[in-house]
């Protein structure tokens, strides 16, 4: 980056899956992680990976990192965005996927915007939006409702408000699962929902052996796929 560009907040995505990042990625992107020495993340170890695999040139030890987690203190969140009052872009990175969507970064991101700063989101992979194109399902209206409560009963409202909004909005529902319970969640859906409602069951996104399947809950019972901790979309439709 020159002495002249402004200082931004870019918005790094990161693969979903082990695949070559030029399958997923802009080669723009990684001129972008070339200019940085500033990252907020979530795990050092993976992020240092990322970036090694991403750029190779770049001298990691030479980076300063940011952790951002359930640990991470309010107060040290705002210096995070220190370097940008002295015209240094910083880089958000995420995971898997984009940043600041089912992630913590959103935090960042608006903190960013009250202090006035530039915020660049880059293009790349989001298994949100992956899984919906893939679907078949109304990619019109949509809502994404991240994880579903874990008591049993406030589970069950939650599953039949999210089918009760498909069906008679036509509003796709999205959500996903700690992916242990992943299966579990396909057996409730089946025994809480309409024969008739379509479940799209999007695994392991941009991996090879990638499934992407829309049917009916009638036609997945009996035919429950193994997704035992295999990151998966789940959706909802008519």
Request: aromatic fraction near 6%.
């Amino acid at each position: 980056m020159n002495s002249h560009s402004i200082p931004k907040l870019y918005l790094i995505p990161v693969p979903l899956s082990d695949v070559p990042h030029e399958q997923c990625l802009p080669e723009y992107n990684r001129r972008i992680i070339a200019s940085l020495k500033h990252f907020i993340v979530e795990n050092v170890r993976t992020a240092r990976r990322f970036l090694r695999v991403a750029c190779p040139d770049l001298v990691i030890d030479t980076l300063t990192f940011y952790e951002l987690n359930k640990h991470t203190e309010p107060e040290a969140l705002s210096s995070y965005l220190d370097p940008l009052t002295q015209g240094e872009s910083v880089g958000l990175l995420s995971e898997a996927g984009c940043p600041a969507i089912a992630d913590p970064g959103s935090d960042v991101v608006a903190m960013a915007h009250r202090r006035g700063f530039v915020v660049d989101p880059l293009i790349g992979p989001s298994s949100i939006l992956l899984s919906l194109m893939a679907s078949g399902l109304n990619g019109q209206r949509f809502a994404f409702l991240g994880y579903l409560p874990i008591d049993d009963s406030d589970r069950t409202r939650a599953i039949r408000d999210a089918e009760h909004r498909a069906l008679s909005l036509g509003e796709t529902q999205i959500f996903i699962e700690t992916p242990y319970r992943n299966e579990r969640l396909v057996s409730e859906l089946i025994r809480h929902c309409r024969p008739s409602t379509r479940l799209c069951i999007a695994s392991r996104l941009t991996d090879p052996d990638a499934m992407i399947v829309t049917r009916t809950l009638a036609r997945w019972r009996g035919h429950e796929p193994q997704l035992h901790k295999q990151p998966t979309i789940f959706l909802l439709g008519k």
